[in-house]
């Protein structure tokens, strides 16, 4: 089993910072790749940034304003949210995706909700 938690959501007024934690455990042989989502009311679940490896990749709406990084030993994905707007609103998820020996699979977890709002 692999258990993946992410913390570190709330209320923030526009043009603030927060900074969501992911962490992963259970059965992990290794950790191919990291990836934050949100969903916004309404919306469906879109990627605002992943990391394999020492690459990042950003959607176009968070480019200079969020940051993800990994913390390999600790299994740990961040994910800095600086000049929040209000339409960065949503909950957001963690997903890794865990190499095996014969497979590959993904995880996913329950989700942190971030509001941005005055």
């Known amino acids: 089993q692999v258990q993946v938690v992410e913390s570190g959501g709330g209320l923030v007024q526009p043009g603030g910072s927060l900074r969501l934690s992911c962490v992963a455990s259970?059965?992990?042989?290794?950790?191919?790749?990291m990836a934050w989502y949100r969903q916004a009311p309404g919306k469906q679940r879109d990627v605002v940034a992943d990391i394999t490896g020492s690459r990042t990749n950003y959607a176009d709406s968070v480019k200079g304003r969020f940051a993800i990084s990994r913390d390999s030993a600790e299994n740990t994905v961040y994910l800095q949210m600086n000049s929040l707007k209000p339409e960065d609103t949503g909950e957001y998820y963690c997903r890794i995706w865990v190499a095996y020996d014969t497979s590959t699979e993904n995880y996913w977890g329950q989700g942190t909700q971030v509001t941005v709002s005055s």
């Open positions: 259970g059965s992990i042989s290794r950790i191919t790749a």
